[in-house]
């Protein structure tokens, strides 16, 4: 079956520090790759998304780049602001799904 | 407009309650989704509407009943609701299953509800 496995957190990093969680995935065929971010009390927005083998998704300093051959999608960002505290969910859709499958999501957490 | 709203924010229910959840989408997605989310958890899939029709329906309670009136609006009519029912629901649209892998997902803020 389809899965998205990510790195337990909490990640809890300084301010302007070098950010990577970690995201692998398994399915069928060829998944489109997502991340997304759910700030406190709201709900989850698109941060971006990868939709074939070395695509890069990237977005406010985030980038990820969708890698077939070890399948994984990671998050990095170079430097982390205290507005980045969030949890961040990994995602995928595969070709024939009807559903977006989730990881369990990992709380990050910036201090300044 | 490239929103999905939900109304209301916030709903604190009794058990012996009716009340209905509202999501409302103008972006022209043909098929529309309610999740449930407790806390410091991912989403769970509750319903798939695809056309307007139930296409999925993950062995949710009775207690749950959703509702799709036309291609913009999704409802969720609560009744005899149990406490563990109190989280976060979420409502999502995108293009029709199968092209949504394009565009991903876009979900609404959530209705907080709390089952007392």
């Known amino acids: 079956g389809n899965s998205v496995t990510q790195m337990e957190g909490p990640v809890t990093l300084s301010e302007e520090a070098f950010l990577t969680i970690n995201c692998t995935y398994t399915?069928?065929?060829?998944?489109?790759l997502f991340w997304y971010v759910q700030y406190p009390g709201e709900g989850l927005q698109l941060l971006l998304k990868a939709t074939k083998a070395d695509d890069k998704g990237s977005n406010k300093g985030f980038e990820a780049t969708y890698r077939k051959e070890t399948t994984s999608f990671h998050l990095e960002k170079g430097s982390v602001q205290v507005s980045d505290s969030a949890v961040y969910f990994c995602?995928?859709?595969?070709?024939?799904?009807?559903?977006?499958?989730f990881g369990k999501g990992t709380t990050l957490s910036v201090s300044s | 407009d490239t929103e999905v709203t939900q109304t209301p924010k916030h709903l604190v229910m009794g058990m012996t309650n009716k009340k209905s959840l509202k999501c409302e989408q103008h972006m022209g997605h043909r098929a529309m989704y309610w999740y449930k989310q407790k806390a410091k958890k991912p989403p769970e899939l509750m319903f798939v509407y695809s056309y307007e029709k139930l296409s999925i329906n993950e062995s949710v309670p009775s207690r749950f009943s959703p509702e799709c009136p036309n291609s913009s609006l999704l409802n969720l009519h609560l009744h005899a609701l149990q406490p563990e029912d109190s989280a976060l629901y979420l409502c999502a649209s995108s293009q029709l299953p199968g092209q949504g892998g394009q565009a991903g997902y876009t979900f609404g803020s959530g209705t907080r509800l709390t089952v007392v």
């Open positions: 399915a069928t065929g060829y998944p489109s």
């Open positions: 995602a995928l859709i595969n070709q024939a799904g009807t559903a977006l499958i």
